[in-house]
C-alpha cells in the first residue's frame, strides 16, 4: 500500500491516482490517517482485501487495535501483518511498549 501525506498529494495526485490503480493509497495529515483512495474499477472482493488492511493498520497506529487484533481484522498472518506496518513505518515498538515491559520485569528481577 502506498502512503502519501496532504501537501504531496496536493502537489501531485497523479502519482497517487496512479497507485490507487493497484492498491488503496492512504493519506497523512501530520503523520495520522486522514483518508483512503480507492481506485473503482476493482471489484468490491479486491477493495476489501485491500481495504482491511489498511483500516487495521489505522486502528493499530491509533491504538485502538491491539497487534494482535488488528492482524486478524486484516485478515493477514502476524507476520505478514508486522510486515505491512513497516512498509508504512509504523512503529511496533513503542516508549509506551517498553515501559509496561519493563515494570512487569522489574517485579521477577527483585
Same mark, same amino acid.
Given at each position: 500500500?502506498?502512503?502519501?501525506? $496532504? ?7 497523479? $502519482? ?8 488503496? $493509497? &492512504? ?8 483518508? #483512503?483512495?480507492?481506485? &473503482?474499477?476493482?471489484? #468490491? ?5 485491500? #481495504?482491511?488492511?489498511? #483500516?487495521?493498520?489505522? &486502528? ?24 505491512? &506496518? ?25
Amino acid at each position: 500500500m502506498y502512503a502519501t501525506n $496532504v501537501r504531496n498529494l496536493k502537489k501531485n495526485p497523479s $502519482v497517487a491516482l496512479r497507485e490507487a490503480e493497484t492498491s488503496p $493509497v &492512504l493519506i497523512l495529515k501530520g503523520n495520522q490517517p486522514n483518508a #483512503l483512495l480507492l481506485h &473503482l474499477s476493482d471489484s #468490491l472482493i479486491e477493495t476489501e482485501k485491500s #481495504l482491511l488492511p489498511a #483500516l487495521a493498520s489505522s &486502528l493499530y497506529k491509533d491504538g485502538t487495535l491491539s497487534l494482535g487484533a488488528a492482524a486478524k481484522l486484516s485478515k493477514m498472518s502476524l507476520s505478514d501483518f508486522i510486515q505491512h &506496518l513497516a512498509h508504512l513505518s509504523i512503529d511496533i515498538i513503542t516508549h509506551d511498549t517498553i515501559n509496561n515491559e519493563a515494570k512487569d520485569i522489574s517485579a521477577w528481577i527483585k
